[in-house]
């Protein structure tokens, strides 16, 4: 079993719908991060959450931290939020910070 | 503009050669690090380095070499020792101490 599972592997929906990702870890972290990758390849970091929630934009991750698990949605989702969303956590490890991914899930949005 | 560049982009190369992958930053991070990503799995940690002169083996380090010679620089040398090296590479860098990563654009290898 991964260290970090994410779900749904693939998710297409209509533009506007409402987008929800679900990210599950079983290791202790100091920090979870979503990413954005663009078909390119470049990666972006969206948020990086120890607790609670963050929105910027039409972008919202939350964390419960007991249960180990992360959402990040979407509101009045785009074709141009068309990406791969990861979710990876982080840790320290002999003074390294060290970033453990999940598999990522492919977003389209259809117009 | 700060940032951490890649290149090239796209690489071909002939089994059985050794290719060297650049990257650069110019964060002033101490921390760098290489990931591979193949299809349909999450990036796996190639080797990182926290300070110059110094580099650590990550999780599937064998068939690659690296070094540090100076801050700003962290190339890395896939061997042909490295059974499937067709891959895309990344490379990230992070202030020490500092949770957040910042990832280069990636370099697709391709050996033929």
């Known amino acids: 079993k991964n260290e970090v599972e994410q779900s749904p592997q693939n998710l297409t929906a209509q533009e506007g719908e409402f987008i929800t990702i679900n990210c599950s870890y079983s290791v202790g972290i100091s920090a979870l991060h979503w990413l954005q990758q663009h078909p390119g390849g470049g990666i972006v970091s969206l948020f990086m959450?120890?607790?609670g929630k963050k929105k910027h934009g039409r972008l919202i991750a939350t964390i419960n931290i007991q249960e180990k698990h992360s959402s990040l949605h979407i509101t009045a989702s785009h074709p141009r939020d068309s990406a791969v969303y990861i979710c990876?956590?982080?840790?320290?490890?002999?003074?390294?910070?060290?970033?453990?991914f999940g598999q990522g899930t492919r977003l389209t949005i259809n117009p | 503009d700060g940032g951490i560049t890649q290149s090239p982009k796209y690489l071909f190369r002939k089994e059985g050669q050794n290719v060297t992958l650049s990257c650069e930053q110019n964060l002033n991070h101490d921390a760098m690090y290489w990931y591979r990503q193949d299809p349909g799995q999450g990036l796996r940690l190639i080797y990182y380095s926290q300070i110059v002169n110094d580099f650590q083996k990550g999780d599937i380090a064998e068939g690659y070499s690296v070094s540090r010679e100076k801050k700003e620089s962290f190339p890395l040398t896939v061997t042909s020792a490295q059974k499937n090296p067709t891959a895309f590479y990344l490379c990230a860098s992070s202030s020490q101490g500092g949770n957040e990563q910042f990832f280069g654009p990636g370099t697709r290898l391709t050996v033929l």
């Open positions: 959450l120890s607790s």
């Open positions: 990876a956590v982080s840790s320290v490890e002999k003074g390294a910070q060290k970033l453990v």
